[in-house]
């Protein structure tokens, strides 16, 4: 098995609305392989979500986390942690709850480790005063790929679980979250927010209102917000959806015109005791903070084909419509293209053909 | 043949902040007190329950209704809904009327599962002043004292446990109960929850023992305690009027019943959820283990742990950690940093993922969270329902 390293700097930043307004956040940045003299360059600069964490089952997966403190807020001395949400059996110590372990203060790393077992898709989150800094958008999506892929017969090909009915093409992250834009002010300025009145005015995907969720990755004008959420593919290929739900609220969305064929819920193919497929089709998709679901479907013909929350309150930028959690699936048409070869080598096509991360960001996992 | 007296009375509930509020409860004993939520029930599948409602009520009247019990009777017909002289619906159930009234509810399980028991009048506003509990039915061939027949929905059926808790959501705007404490209008437009509660209580009391002398209105704490590999039975049940996410740490959950129903229907349908949604009204059975990752001083863990003082242990003045990463271990705390860690259990922390609602009145840590304590051994008394 490979080993997988990152370190992440906690610190704070600025998300763009399209309504023009800009909002104060606390977040990650990937910082892996920065020299040591360098890493205080990204100070400010968190982005949300934050970094996607991604292994095999069965890597070890070693992540320093380093606090880099928030220069917007230079009074505030917050610690930060990670905690990764849904890994089985964890020790407290790599689990993240400051109060029954450790929490990282300003200028300190604390290295967190974990060997994934079962594939999937989890979350990760600073669980240091939890109500703000998840809020305040210290959030991030981690994925967890199958030793099938690895198998002789399956390599080169890509499944969800370690089943070959869940083998798909390409794959899009869908990251649900929302802001009270109220709270993210009074944080800047130094102020209590009492979060019993959390009443959120935006609602986010991959970080992005729309019609910024359907901008490419690495869009120049949001630097903050580097994962896409338009998810393009061709007529006829099976494409994975990642669903995670990080808000406060529980969301319901569903694509116009494609089913979606539930396959797994909180990291665990939806399997019965004996090996029965219980995935289930469904038109919506209703998910509670703190859920994630994978859902694939076969891409129709040609067409635009919005995806949205069904609580229409949310597809609103701060009360003007359309805005919030709403993006497009763009199919278009077939391709004759050359085979992919079987042959390539593991480790290589991470998120490479449906991407919705920026170029820059698409890293693979290292396996020495 | 079963028998259940229960009370209804009024008292004031503590909040970890300092505030007071009250509220109406059942109490299970004439001279006892109100709590919140009511005594837990544990009944048989098969045997005849009598439920006796006394209402001290000045004012309004009482029911109680039982989803998932049918038929219920009272005066040896079926209960039925209560209207007032315009026709108003009053009651989903027969009611006790105020000031000393009575009535008598009887039903007989006939299935086991965890069920929640709550007034049927006005509970739009009675349920969120108090007015709810959990009814357990142990399944016909329950035996305690034969791992194969201490299940949850009988043997055979993979619900063995080892022990078990019960833990109801719930939820409160003080604001509102106490102006019904003041005599005025319950206003639901303006409900705002505050507090939101496991057992009637927020953290940090959650995590107290049952019975604390200085919160006599809510007997119940929710701390969930076992050993490694235990298989702990966790009954959840929704009593409040919101739909709350509830997430353990340490491990997925195997979700076994819902509403007091096997999940088993030709195949078995339990699955592992790490956030499970309590809805309104629901319940769910929920087996949960936890077997560690394998590291001892022997087998030590692959980072290296760094010097206390450069991390932050204990920010709020204590901590539960222990201070060693493995079980059963002791280790430095800093000077000055309170442990509630007894003999180098684990904590894994149970809350909603809905984190506004892990604080009381805007303020973390509180609410509906509490921990799963893995303690490296631990007597058999705990985590048992009467």
Same mark, same amino acid.
């Given at each position: 098995m490979g080993t997988v390293s990152r370190r992440y700097g906690a610190t704070d930043g600025f998300v763009m609305m399209p309504d023009g307004t800009t909002h104060y956040i606390f977040g990650f940045v990937d910082i892996t392989g920065v020299p040591e003299h360098m890493i205080f360059e990204s100070r400010g600069r968190a982005q949300l979500p934050a970094p996607l964490l991604e292994a095999y089952e069965g890597d070890d997966v070693y992540l320093t986390l380093t606090n880099l403190g928030m220069p917007g807020r230079p009074d505030l001395d917050d610690a930060h942690t990670i905690h990764w949400h849904g890994f089985p059996n964890q020790i407290p110590l790599w689990d993240g709850v400051p109060e029954v372990s450790l929490s990282v203060p300003v200028g300190r790393d604390f290295v967190y480790y974990y060997r994934p077992r079962d594939p999937g898709t989890y979350m990760y989150h600073c669980h240091f005063e939890p109500v703000e800094h998840i809020q305040m958008g210290m959030v991030g999506p981690l994925v967890v790929r199958p030793l099938i892929e690895k198998a002789p017969g399956y390599a080169g090909r890509k499944f $969800?679980?370690? *089943?070959? $009915?869940?083998?798909? *093409?390409r794959e899009y992250l869908i990251f649900l979250t929302e802001m009270d834009s109220r709270a993210h002010h009074l944080v800047a300025n130094v102020q209590e927010f009492d979060w019993t009145e959390y009443r959120p005015n935006y609602w986010l995907l991959n970080g992005r209102a729309y019609p910024d969720t359907v901008k490419p990755a690495g869009a120049a004008e949001l630097p903050a917000q580097p994962y896409s959420a338009l998810v393009s593919v061709r007529t006829g290929e099976r494409v994975l959806l990642r669903f995670v739900n990080l808000g406060y609220q529980q969301h319901t969305v569903q694509i116009l015109g494609i089913p979606l064929r539930v396959v797994g819920e909180d990291a665990r193919r939806l399997l019965g005791v004996h090996g029965e497929d219980l995935s289930r089709r469904r038109n919506t998709l209703y998910l509670a903070p703190g859920q994630t679901a994978d859902a694939i479907f076969t891409a129709p013909e040609p067409g635009v084909y919005p995806l949205y929350s069904t609580n229409f309150h949310r597809n609103t930028n701060d009360g003007s419509s359309f805005g919030g959690m709403v993006t497009e699936v763009r199919v278009s048409p077939r391709r004759a293209r050359p085979e992919r070869s079987r042959a390539r080598p593991v480790g290589r096509r991470r998120w490479s053909h449906g991407d919705n991360r920026p170029v820059g960001e698409r890293r693979v996992p290292q396996h020495p | 043949m079963a028998t259940i007296d229960l009370w209804v009375k009024d008292g004031y509930l503590s909040t970890p902040d300092g505030n007071s509020i009250y509220f109406w409860g059942f109490s299970a004993s004439p001279d006892g007190r109100a709590q919140v939520p009511g005594p837990h029930l544990v009944v048989r599948q098969g045997e005849q329950v009598t439920v006796n409602l006394m209402n001290t009520l000045p004012l309004e009247p009482v029911s109680i209704v039982f989803p998932g019990q049918w038929p219920v009777s009272v005066d040896g017909r079926l209960a039925r809904p209560q209207y007032d002289q315009a026709g108003n619906l009053v009651s989903f159930a027969d009611h006790a009327p105020p000031d000393r009234g009575v009535i008598s509810y009887t039903f007989t399980p006939e299935r086991p599962g965890t069920f929640l028991y709550e007034s049927g009048t006005h509970p739009h506003k009675q349920v969120p002043m108090g007015l709810y509990g959990a009814l357990v039915v142990r399944p016909a061939d329950y035996d305690p004292g034969d791992p194969a027949h201490k299940t949850a929905y009988g043997f055979g059926t993979d619900t063995e446990f080892d022990r078990e808790y019960l833990l109801i959501t719930g939820e409160i705007d003080p604001e509102l109960n106490n102006a019904v404490g003041e005599g005025r209008p319950y206003p639901v437009p303006r409900f705002r929850p505050r507090y939101w509660t496991l057992n009637g209580r927020c953290a940090p009391d959650t995590m107290l023992p049952d019975r604390v002398p200085h919160l006599p209105h809510q007997p119940y704490g929710s701390m969930v305690m076992g050993q490694p590999g235990e298989k702990i039975l966790i009954r959840l049940a929704g009593a409040g009027v919101d739909n709350h996410p509830v997430h353990p740490h340490g491990n997925h959950v195997r979700v076994v019943g819902a509403d007091g129903r096997l999940l088993r229907g030709g195949t078995d349908l339990s699955g592992r959820r790490f956030t499970v949604l309590v809805g309104a009204g629901q319940t769910w059975d929920l087996v949960f283990s936890w077997t560690g990752l394998g590291f001892t001083p022997e087998n030590p863990i692959p980072t290296v742990l760094p010097n206390r003082r450069n991390l932050g242990v204990g920010d709020a003045g204590w901590t539960m950690w222990s201070g060693s990463p493995y079980l059963g271990q002791k280790g430095d705390i800093p000077v000055g940093v309170v442990s509630?860690?007894?003999?180098g259990e684990y904590y894994f922390m149970l809350h909603a993922h809905e984190e506004h609602k892990i604080t009381n009145w805007g303020e973390f840590p509180g609410g509906m969270m509490s921990m799963v304590a893995i303690y490296p051994s631990l007597s058999p008394a705990v985590g048992t329902l009467p």
């Open positions: $969800a679980y370690n *089943d070959p $009915a869940t083998e798909f *093409d | 509630f860690n007894e003999f």
